[in-house]
């Protein structure tokens, strides 16, 4: 009989945590989401002032009365407009184990790769009472691993094939243990919501730098040459706008807040929720990854495999190519800590093996060195370490 998902399987029960933690991520991210919803708002009473005068609604007096329809149109916008953000919100929620997936550029694993990659979690869901999920491999020389899923009995683990090849099997199960102790714990549910919520508001931004990119790629002076000469008149524009704005606050506060509001919306947009979004991930708890370290232990009795684990992949390089920081913080290791400006979404490797050696001292400063050496060897034999 398989277990409820909903139980607490292991040791560290973090599963109601992590339920009322992805609800208030949704919330913020509604909140995150309100000044689109107040353009769409205005956008929708607008297009419905103007097709209602147009066809001509009359009051009863036989006469158009526009402050009534806007009034109606208004209603009607914020209906449709809180409607949209709603939608948007529960579809993100609802495809995000499949859209993480995706955005990892993972593959299902072949019958060849299942080998020790599928006996080791077969072996360790059957220890922890888990239902084994779905596997997938990232074709990389990096060496990394990520967990994605909303419940226990609908998640999936992704590996890269360096990470296949560059650990041994007792290193590989101790990795995979704790990939499915988040899994268990519902830290899984909370992180895959995080990004795919990062994702979505990165998109405006990630759109634009769709446009400028073959510009860049043909030369880079001729890429910038584009962007100051298309933004030069933009930002004159805006600060004009905003002097303006500024000025009517003392004759009409109200429209002038509105005027300002509608100014510096697509500065929200492009920029204030992007950045808003990466916060709120960088600020996760760091304590769940001790947690999932310390679980990993219990399901394989070996801190030091976890430990040579870590080295290891750290040496060795942790950032598949094409992987989108918006999905970092679902790794093992952070692929993109080279990179990062907003704050780690990890603990310090140095303290995770801390952590391990106080739990087994056989792990000795002798095994470290050895463990970085092999990775740094194996990365440089494979040309990981240039993308991390």
């Excluded at 913020?28 to 097709?51: D, H, I, Q, R, S």
């Excluded at 090849?165 to 590989?172: A, D, K, N, Q, S």
């Excluded at 004159?236 to 509608?262: K, Q, T």
Aim: proline share 5%.
């Amino acid at each position: 009989m398989r277990p409820s998902p909903e139980a607490p399987l292991l040791e560290y029960d973090r599963i109601a945590e992590n339920r009322r933690w992805t609800w208030m991520i949704l919330v913020v991210f509604a909140v995150l989401l309100l000044p689109a919803a107040v353009y769409l708002n205005e956008l929708f009473t607008a297009y419905f002032a103007f097709g209602t005068m147009f066809a001509g609604t009359l009051t009863e007096g036989g006469e158009l009365d526009p402050q009534a329809t806007i009034a109606r149109g208004r209603l009607v916008g914020l209906v449709i407009a809180l409607g949209v953000v709603a939608l948007v919100a529960w579809i993100k929620f609802r495809l995000a184990g499949r859209s993480v997936i995706r955005m990892v550029n993972a593959r299902p694993v072949l019958t060849t790769e299942r080998a020790s990659y599928g006996r080791a979690v077969e072996n360790l869901c059957i220890g922890s009472g888990l239902p084994e999920p779905d596997l997938y491999v990232i074709d990389s020389r990096a060496a990394n691993a990520c967990s994605a899923g909303l419940k226990p009995d609908a998640a999936s683990i992704a590996v890269t094939t360096g990470l296949l090849e560059l650990l041994e099997y007792r290193e590989l199960e101790a990795v995979l243990a704790q990939e499915l102790a988040q899994i268990g714990n519902l830290d899984t549910r909370l992180k895959t919501t995080v990004a795919a919520i990062v994702t979505t508001l990165w998109l405006p931004l990630r759109i634009v730098g769709t446009v400028f990119r073959p510009l860049f790629r043909i030369h880079r002076l001729i890429g910038w040459m584009v962007v100051v000469w298309l933004a030069t008149p933009l930002v004159l524009g805006y600060a004009f706008a905003l002097s303006l704005g500024l000025e009517m606050l003392r004759e009409d506060p109200a429209f002038a807040v509105v005027f300002i509001g509608a100014l510096l919306l697509p500065v929200y947009a492009f920029v204030g929720a992007p950045l808003g979004g990466s916060v709120i991930r960088a600020a996760l708890s760091q304590e769940r990854e001790f947690l999932a370290d310390a679980e990993a232990v219990l399901l394989t009795r070996n801190p030091a495999a976890l430990a040579r684990a870590l080295i290891k992949m750290s040496a060795a390089g942790t950032r598949p190519a094409g992987i989108r920081d918006s999905v970092s913080h679902l790794f093992i290791l952070d692929p993109a800590l080279r990179s990062r400006r907003l704050g780690p979404t990890h603990p310090r490797l140095e303290d995770r093996v801390s952590a391990l050696m106080r739990m087994d001292s056989s792990i000795s400063l002798e095994m470290v060195e050895q463990a970085r050496a092999a990775g740094g060897a194996f990365g440089k034999n494979s040309g990981a370490w240039l993308a991390s």
